[in-house]
T-cell receptor, first 109, second 114 residues
Framework: RKEVEQDPGPFNVPEGATVAFNCTYS??????FFWYRQDCRKEPKLLMS???SGNEDGRFTAQLNRASQYISLLIRDSKLSDSATYLC??????????FGTGTSLTVIP | SQTIHQWPATLVQPVGSPLSLECTVE??????LYWYRQAAGRGLQLLFY??????ISSEVPQNLSASRPQDRQFILSSKKLLLSDSGFYLC?????????????FGSGTRLTVV
């Protein structure tokens, strides 16, 4: 079983739509969680950390469900510039990071 | 502020040739350093990580090697490249207390082995 699993998509949504991505992880001892954004042919960049209580940054909301071992990312009012691949990342004891394969999002005019 | 430099940006190498990719970090001390590879249409694969000078851990057996000759320098090498070594190579750093801050990636090297 993979450490981190994501639906690869692709998600094609119209501008202004709300879209949600989920990611599951296998190790219950995982300690910290992140969402990264990767534009085509570019390096991944940290989008936001995910906290147990859930956290919001503008149009982006991240949530963690430890009992079910999944994290989610919600994007409201999608913009064309949100088109990218979104990677979930899980940090396990020993500072081991595991990346999902990414979910592709295309926002359509 | 901390910055990470990786070069070259693109590289085309023949099969059997050697490889050396370099990564340096500025503005921090004793970072954790990582080499990742991303094959076309696939996820990130951790190749090597280092918690200090001369300390290298390998995640995947392959014909690649890594070295950390200085605190903020991380080098990825190969003596003889294979076609399957083509991919997008990313260096990353983190502070040891990574739980909050995650990784920062370099801009990557796109390697094509021909």
């Amino acid at each position: 079983r993979k450490e981190v699993e994501q639906d690869p998509g692709p998600f094609n949504v119209p501008e202004g739509a709300t879209v949600a991505f989920n990611c599951t992880y296998s190790n219950s001892a995982s300690q910290s969680f992140f969402w990264y954004r990767q534009d085509c042919r570019k390096e991944p960049k940290l989008l936001m950390s995910v906290y147990s209580s859930g956290n919001e940054d503008g149009r982006f909301t991240a949530q963690l469900n430890r009992a079910s071992q999944y994290i989610s990312l919600l994007i409201r009012d999608s913009k064309l510039s949100d088109s990218a691949t979104y990677l979930c990342v899980v940090n396990q004891p020993g500072n081991q990071f595991y990346f999902g394969t990414g979910t592709s999002l295309t926002v359509i005019p | 502020s901390q910055t990470i430099h990786q070069w070259p940006a693109t590289l085309v190498q023949p099969v059997g040739s050697p490889l050396s990719l370099e990564c340096t970090v500025e503005g921090t001390s004793n970072p954790n350093l990582y080499w990742y590879r991303q094959a076309a249409g696939r996820g990130l694969q951790l190749l090597f990580y280092s918690v200090g000078i001369g300390q290298i851990s390998s995640e995947v057996p392959q014909n690649l090697s890594a070295s950390r000759p200085q605190d903020r320098q991380f080098i990825l090498s190969s003596k003889k490249l294979l076609l399957s070594d083509s991919g997008f190579y990313l260096c990353a750093w983190s502070v040891p207390e990574v739980a909050i801050r995650g990784y920062t990636f370099g801009s990557g090297t796109r390697l094509t082995v021909v």
